[in-house]
């Protein structure tokens, strides 16, 4: 049974910096395709990042540059690192993961997904 557990979401001010996880467990990480999406309630599900099985990354454009996904793969888990955060940032943050060959940055394209953890910058 696949399952995600996220962490590391919380309140900051905005021009600072927050870092996320991911455990993941329930099968072999280094298949699939991972990532990272938020949602701000009334609002359509928005990919953020993502970390192929070779280590290759796509990011939004609203985060690129101030945000770096990155993988563990001796401990299953998934992070994003989240720098100069803007009160645009706010949301719940998703991980999310795929066994797929190609990664999308949508999210119809996976199917686990964590609970969510939460991020407001004011």
């Known amino acids: 049974h696949v399952q995600l557990v996220e962490s590391g979401g919380g309140s900051v001010q905005a021009g600072g910096s927050l870092r996320l996880s991911c455990e993941a467990s329930?099968?072999?990480?280094?298949?699939?395709?991972t990532a990272w999406f938020r949602q701000v309630v009334g609002k359509e599900r928005e990919g953020v990042a993502l970390?192929?099985?070779?280590?290759?990354?796509q990011y939004a454009d609203s985060v690129r540059g101030r945000f770096t996904i990155s993988k563990d793969n001796a401990k299953n888990t998934l992070y994003l690192q989240m720098t100069r955060l803007e009160p645009e940032d706010t949301g719940m943050y998703y991980c999310?993961?795929?066994?797929?060959?190609?990664?999308?940055?949508?999210?119809?394209?996976?199917?686990?997904w964590g609970q969510g953890t939460q991020v407001t910058v004011s």
């Open positions: 999310a993961a795929v066994r797929t060959v190609g990664c999308a940055l949508a999210h119809w394209a996976y199917n686990y």
């Open positions: 329930g099968y072999t990480w280094r298949f699939y395709c």
């Open positions: 970390i192929g099985s070779d280590g290759s990354t």
